[in-house]
C-alpha cells in the first residue's frame, strides 16, 4: 500500500519545537495513555513467557514516552526509540538518557537493521507507506511479534466494501483514493477520474472523521488542553485534505486485510475505550509475523 506526498506537520513544524506533543496528547486526547497500558502489557508477558531480555523497537516513538513505559517496565530490555523528527527525538533523547538499555534511532525505518523481538508501531501506521510491514517481517526473530495500534478513521467501511476488498489481492491507497484494482490505478492515473465507489469510499472516510474529531477536540477543551485543541485543529484539516499523505487515517478492517496479504496473523485484537463504534478510533493488534519456510523441508 503507498501514498504519495510530504508536508510539514505538527510533528515537525518549528512552532512545536520546544512543545512535548507526545505527553500532552497522553493527558489531554482520549485513549492514547490506555493504548500506552496495554502495550507495556503485552510487551512483559512476552518477556516472561520466554524468559529473556527482548529487543523492542519503537517505530515512530515521537517524544518516547511510551518507550519510557517500557524500559521502565523492564529494565533489562533493550528498547530502541525510531523516528526521523527531530523534535521530538530530542525529547525522546532527554527522557530515555538515564537508562542505559534504552537508546535512540534517527534512521529511517526502512533502513533499520539487526534483528528485534518486537516491533511496536503505536500511533504510526497512518504516517508510512504502508509497504513498511514487509521490513518488519524482515528484522524480526522467529519468537517475534508486531504491536501494531493506531488511531484510525472509525469504521467507515460497510459489509458490501468490506466483501469486496476480502477477495482483492492488491489495495493501494493513491492522491488519497482507495483502489484495489490495478486496472483502476492505471485507469486513474491516466484520466484523472475517479471511480464512483472509490470516490465514495473518500467521502464516507471524512464524514466519519469529522465525527471523530469533533469527539477528539471536545475531550480536550473539557480537560483545559488547548494545546492538544490547537493540534488536533490542524491534524484534522490535513486529514480531511483527500491527497495529504502524512496524515491519512484508514479504517481497522482495511489494516486487517493489509496484514493478512502481508503473512501476519493476528493472535490478539483490543480495542481502546468502551464506545460505539463511530467514536471507536484506537485498536491494537498483536501480530505473529509470516513464517519463514524450514530450509531443509520446504515447509
Same mark, same amino acid.
Given at each position: 500500500?503507498?501514498? $504519495?506526498?510530504?508536508?510539514?506537520?505538527? @510533528?515537525?513544524?518549528?512552532?512545536y519545537?520546544?512543545?512535548?506533543?507526545?505527553?500532552?496528547?497522553?493527558?489531554?486526547?482520549?485513549d492514547?495513555?490506555?493504548?500506552?497500558?496495554?502495550?507495556?502489557?503485552?510487551?512483559r508477558?512476552?518477556?516472561?513467557?520466554?524468559?529473556? /531480555? *527482548?529487543?523492542?523497537?519503537d517505530?515512530?516513538?515521537?517524544?518516547? %514516552?511510551?518507550?519510557?513505559?517500557l524500559?521502565?517496565?523492564? /529494565?533489562?530490555?533493550?528498547?530502541?526509540?525510531?523516528?526521523?523528527?527531530?523534535?521530538p527525538l530530542?525529547?525522546?533523547? %532527554?527522557?530515555?538518557?538515564?537508562?542505559?538499555?534504552?537508546?535512540?534511532?534517527?534512521?529511517?525505518f526502512? #533502513? @533499520?537493521?539487526?534483528?528485534?523481538?518486537?516491533?511496536?508501531?503505536?500511533?504510526?501506521?497512518?504516517?508510512?507507506?504502508? #509497504? =513498511?510491514?514487509?521490513?518488519?517481517?524482515e528484522?524480526?526473530?522467529?519468537?517475534?511479534?508486531?504491536?501494531?495500534? #493506531?488511531?484510525?478513521?472509525?469504521?467507515?467501511?460497510? +459489509?458490501?466494501?468490506?466483501?469486496? *476488498?476480502?477477495?482483492?489481492?492488491?489495495?493501494?491507497?493513491?492522491?488519497? =483514493?482507495?483502489?484495489?484494482?490495478?486496472?483502476?490505478?492505471?485507469? @486513474?492515473?491516466?484520466?484523472?477520474?475517479?471511480?464512483?465507489?472509490?470516490?465514495?469510499?473518500?467521502?464516507?472516510?471524512?464524514?466519519?472523521?469529522?465525527?471523530? @474529531?469533533?469527539?477528539?477536540? %471536545?475531550?480536550?477543551v473539557?480537560?483545559?488542553?488547548?494545546?492538544?485543541?490547537?493540534?488536533?485543529?490542524?491534524?484534522?484539516? %490535513?486529514?480531511?485534505?483527500?491527497?495529504?499523505? #502524512?496524515?491519512?487515517?484508514?479504517?481497522? =478492517?482495511?489494516?486487517?486485510r493489509?496484514?493478512?496479504?502481508?503473512?501476519?496473523?493476528?493472535?490478539?485484537?483490543?480495542?481502546?475505550? +468502551?464506545? /460505539?463504534?463511530? $467514536?471507536?478510533?484506537?485498536v491494537? =493488534?498483536?501480530?505473529?509475523?509470516p513464517?519463514?519456510?524450514?530450509?531443509?523441508?520446504?515447509?
Amino acid at each position: 500500500m503507498t501514498e $504519495l506526498g510530504s508536508a510539514d506537520t505538527v @510533528y515537525t513544524s518549528s512552532a512545536y519545537r520546544t512543545i512535548d506533543v507526545g505527553s500532552l496528547m497522553r493527558t489531554g486526547h482520549p485513549d492514547i495513555a490506555e493504548g500506552d497500558e496495554h502495550i507495556v502489557s503485552v510487551v512483559r508477558g512476552m518477556r516472561a513467557r520466554l524468559g529473556r /531480555p *527482548l529487543r523492542v523497537l519503537d517505530v515512530g516513538s515521537g517524544s518516547g %514516552d511510551l518507550s519510557l513505559l517500557l524500559v521502565r517496565a523492564l /529494565p533489562d530490555t533493550a528498547v530502541i526509540a525510531n523516528d526521523i523528527a527531530a523534535n521530538p527525538l530530542a525529547q525522546a533523547r %532527554d527522557k530515555l538518557a538515564p537508562y542505559p538499555t534504552a537508546s535512540v534511532s534517527f534512521e529511517r525505518f526502512e #533502513d @533499520y537493521s539487526g534483528e528485534v523481538d518486537v516491533v511496536v508501531s503505536w500511533g504510526t501506521h497512518h504516517h508510512l507507506s504502508h #509497504d =513498511y510491514l514487509k521490513h518488519v517481517a524482515e528484522i524480526l526473530s522467529p519468537d517475534g511479534v508486531l504491536i501494531i495500534g #493506531d488511531e484510525f478513521c472509525p469504521e467507515y467501511l460497510s +459489509d458490501t466494501d468490506q466483501k469486496r *476488498l476480502a477477495q482483492s489481492e492488491e489495495i493501494e491507497v493513491v492522491d488519497g =483514493y482507495l483502489f484495489d484494482s490495478a486496472a483502476d490505478v492505471e485507469s @486513474y492515473r491516466s484520466t484523472g477520474r475517479v471511480p464512483d465507489w472509490n470516490e465514495g469510499l473518500e467521502q464516507a472516510r471524512r464524514l466519519a472523521l469529522w465525527h471523530w @474529531y469533533k469527539f477528539v477536540i %471536545d475531550f480536550a477543551v473539557a480537560h483545559e488542553a488547548w494545546t492538544v485543541v490547537m493540534a488536533e485543529l490542524a491534524i484534522c484539516r %490535513d486529514d480531511l485534505e483527500t491527497g495529504n499523505a #502524512d496524515e491519512h487515517k484508514t479504517s481497522p =478492517y482495511l489494516l486487517e486485510r493489509e496484514l493478512e496479504l502481508n503473512g501476519f496473523s493476528v493472535v490478539e485484537r483490543a480495542v481502546i475505550g +468502551d464506545r /460505539p463504534v463511530e $467514536l471507536s478510533s484506537f485498536v491494537l =493488534y498483536t501480530c505473529r509475523p509470516p513464517a519463514v519456510p524450514d530450509v531443509r523441508t520446504g515447509a
